[in-house]
């Protein structure tokens, strides 16, 4: 088992205001419900999903403004030990709105807005200095205005002089400097595989292979290839297994991912085998999807998934 804390770097989080409305129609005053607030941001959801599975991670985030002070308090209020970085800039807002009559849902996810030099320089002072050593560092999220491409590598390698998994979930130039400099896993979909390994399509059968090349050259460790209502696929260096997804209504896939990777992660940290940190990571993500808005999951959900897995899995995977 792990001894050191699981810590996650949100460097460009959202304060996520959600709202149902019964049809969206143009140019018309649209009445929605009451709206909720969540602290949103990759690393913030990965942080409360362990935290929720009875974990005790530690999530580092910027604030700005009254939007990054909303944001902080919600995370501590579910129980989440926090590190933050004020910035001049506020934080961000995001919106979802769900068309009741549809189910159709709509994510309005507004652009970062600008770090500072010396707020970057800050952000990587904070890593250098964490006390006790991580075993776990999980940066999650794109990069805001400011900040150069190659951070996620900086964060590598930081994690690497404290003997800490680096795990980036990321995509584009902030992820391909992360593998550059070297992640012990990767979580990427099927078209952030295609890009990485440079070509412009991958099919389904080519999968693996296109991890494994990643993990030959020295890129990662692991590849767990999320594959939404298909489930997962695992590659190691000798190991290759489909996991699926079980079948459910889903509501909405916002957190969905960060809460695969916080099961994947924190499954992991108990010691368990890679297979075991799947199907774990597979079911939280379902579960994810069980709950409108950009609520995580409930973890009746998770335990009722993984009895489905451990009894049928098997009958759907492929290895």
Same mark, same amino acid.
């Given at each position: 088992m792990a001894t050191g804390p699981i810590v996650t770097l949100t460097i460009n989080p959202a304060l996520d205001k959600s709202s149902n409305v019964s049809r969206i129609v143009p140019d018309n005053k649209l009445r929605c419900d009451t709206p909720n607030f969540e602290a949103g941001g990759g690393g913030i959801n990965v942080a409360k999903a362990v935290?929720?599975?009875?974990?005790?991670?530690?999530?580092?985030?910027?604030?700005?403004?009254?939007?990054? @002070?909303?944001?902080?308090?919600?995370?501590?209020? +579910?129980?989440? +030990?926090?590190? &933050?970085? =004020?910035?001049?800039?506020?934080?961000?807002?995001?919106?979802?709105?769900?068309?009741?009559?549809?189910?159709? #849902?709509?994510r309005f996810g507004m652009p970062g807005t600008e770090m500072m030099p010396t707020e970057v320089r800050s952000i990587l002072e904070t890593m250098e200095e964490l006390d006790p050593k991580p075993s776990y560092i999980i940066?999650?999220?794109s990069l805001p205005p400011g900040v150069p491409d190659d951070f996620y590598g900086q964060i590598a390698r930081i994690a690497h002089k404290q003997g800490a998994k680096f795990i980036a979930d990321?995509?584009?130039? !902030?992820? $391909?400097? !992360?593998? =550059?400099?070297g992640v012990y896993l990767l979580k990427p979909n099927i078209t952030e595989l295609s890009e990485l390994v440079g &070509?412009?399509?991958?099919?389904?059968? +080519?999968?693996?292979? /296109?991890?494994?090349?990643?993990?030959?050259?020295? @890129?990662?460790?692991?590849?767990?290839?999320? %594959?939404?209502? %298909?489930?997962?696929?695992? &590659?190691? +260096?000798? #190991? &290759? =297994?489909?996991?699926?997804?079980?079948?459910v209504q889903p509501k909405s896939t916002v957190g969905a991912g960060d809460s695969m990777l916080a099961g994947i992660i924190w499954t992991l940290? #108990? *010691?368990?085998?890679? $297979? =075991?940190?799947?199907?774990? *990571?597979? /079911?939280? *993500?379902t579960a994810a999807t069980m709950n409108a808005g950009s609520e995580l999951f409930k973890m009746q959900d998770v335990n009722r998934l993984m009895d489905w897995l451990n009894r049928y899995g098997k009958r759907y995977s492929a290895s």
């Open positions: 935290h929720r599975l009875g974990g005790n991670p530690i999530a580092i985030f910027t604030i700005g403004g009254p939007t990054g @002070q909303r944001l902080h308090k919600l995370v501590k209020s +579910e129980g989440v +030990e926090t590190m &933050v970085i =004020e910035t001049k800039q506020w934080t961000r807002e995001n919106f979802h709105v769900l068309e009741t009559s549809t189910g159709f #849902q709509y940066a999650s999220g990321t995509s584009g130039d !902030a992820l $391909r400097h !992360a593998t =550059e400099a &070509v412009d399509k991958l099919e389904l059968d +080519e999968v693996d292979d /296109a991890a494994r090349a990643l993990i030959i050259r020295g @890129q990662c460790e692991i590849v767990i290839v999320s %594959m939404g209502a %298909m489930g997962a696929m695992l &590659v190691t +260096e000798d #190991q &290759v =297994e489909h996991i699926p997804a079980p079948p940290s #108990q *010691g368990k085998s890679y $297979r =075991e940190a799947v199907r774990m *990571g597979v /079911a939280c *993500g």
